[in-house]
């Protein structure tokens, strides 16, 4: 709970997961209830039934907060379902229903027992997979990069494309010249920070101590935000953003590595939060003393072949889509362009057909009044 208070969740649903919280913690006995309760009991569902003891004040307040996310949740989904209507794509109705699953939309007035169970479950499952898609959004991201770069060189002349390759193999060779990097959470990582950033004497480095520093918010724990923190001068040995070389969003996902492995290694109830004591326990193991050498991204490559070349092919039947739906709308502009040309013919015609009506209706009265003048003259 506290890790979903503590920083930007990245959930779609952050703002409503963080006020309801928030209003449950002004509740004394739910308050009690949430620092008693451990994080497996929560996950079952233990911590929801205690909504039924909280003021009545905190209710009103919640249904309050559900009817306005459940609104904006309706208006979200509508002007996505116009868009992709509007742009003749299926509309995936499944999809659509799955961000229902943090609320009961089927009540959408009061905020019950129910609600409080789905959303610390949906919260839980969905920042466990969290690290999991922003991975693979970063493998995306270097399999477009390496396939913009390939369809570059195919636009140069033999010599503009050995040159380029050349100035390609020399800055990944700049790159990876740099110093030696340590293992994230080992002593020697945590020592250079207590030396350099905190400016105190490697000699006298105390876990401890180093630990109530950098728990820049004092709640007691490190949640992922002051984790990452701590690798930072890690980071600046890799990475400049003045230097052509270095990616910045390579950088952010050298971080995020980081963090997991900290967290896998040292966050044993699994809560995303590292206490004092889970961090006390692993300054006593061998890892942390004697780790093993931390092996960065240029060492690690984010995709297989395999996955390259399979993100290739999408890519290029994406292409083939679109140049046929471009086809296609051609046509159909064709032939409404065809269409109208036939309502223009037909329109001049009826006005044609309508100009001659009136004249003959002109004309009609005359020989009329003859015929009726020569009867006249004969009697």
């Known amino acids: 709970i506290d890790i979903m208070t503590n920083r930007d969740t990245g959930l779609h649903y952050d703002r409503y997961l963080r006020e309801v919280i928030d209003f449950l913690e002004k509740d004394q006995h739910f308050r009690e209830k949430l620092h008693n309760t451990d994080m497996e ?3 079952q569902g233990k911590l929801a039934k205690e909504l039924d003891f909280v003021s009545h004040h905190v209710r009103t307040k919640l249904d309050e907060l559900k009817r306005q996310e459940v609104n904006r949740l309706r208006t979200l989904i509508k002007a996505k379902q116009d868009l992709e209507g509007g742009n003749d794509i299926a509309v995936d109705h499944q999809a659509l229903l799955k961000q229902f699953e943090y609320l009961n939309h089927m009540n959408p007035h009061t905020f019950e027992v129910e609600d409080l169970d789905r959303l610390i479950k949906s919260a839980t499952k969905d920042l466990e997979n969290y690290d999991k898609e922003r991975h693979e959004e970063f493998k995306r991201y270097e399999m477009m990069k390496e396939h913009d770069r390939r369809e570059h060189l195919k636009t140069l002349g033999e010599e503009e494309r050995k040159r380029e390759e050349e100035h390609y193999e020399e800055m990944r060779k700049k790159h990876a010249d740099h110093p030696k990097v340590n293992h994230p959470g080992s002593q020697n990582q945590l020592k250079e920070v207590w030396e350099e950033a905190d400016g105190l004497d490697p000699e006298d480095f105390d876990p401890k101590t180093f630990f109530n520093i950098h728990d820049t918010n004092g709640d007691g724990f490190f949640d992922e935000q002051e984790l990452e923190a ?18 910045m969003v390579e950088m952010e996902e050298e971080r995020l590595r980081m963090r997991e492995h900290v967290m896998n290694e040292v966050d044993s109830n699994k809560d995303r939060l590292v206490s004092l004591d889970e961090f006390l326990i692993a300054t006593k193991k061998k890892e942390f003393l004697e780790p093993d050498s931390w092996e960065t991204l240029e060492q690690n490559q984010a995709y297989t072949d395999e996955e390259m070349r399979e993100f290739e092919e999408h890519l290029a039947q994406q292409e083939q889509d679109l140049n046929q739906k471009a086809v296609d709308l051609q046509k159909q502009r064709d032939e409404l362009e065809r269409q109208q040309e036939q309502l223009n013919e037909q329109k001049k015609e009826l006005q044609q057909v309508r100009k001659t009506s009136t004249v003959c209706n002109n004309c009609n009265p005359k020989p009329i009044t003859l015929i009726y003048l020569q009867i006249y003259i004969l009697f």
Do not use: R, V
């Open 230 to 247: 701590l690798f930072t001068k890690e980071l600046e040995k890799i990475y400049d953003p003045s230097n052509e070389e270095d990616d």
């Open 41 to 43: 009991d929560i996950k």
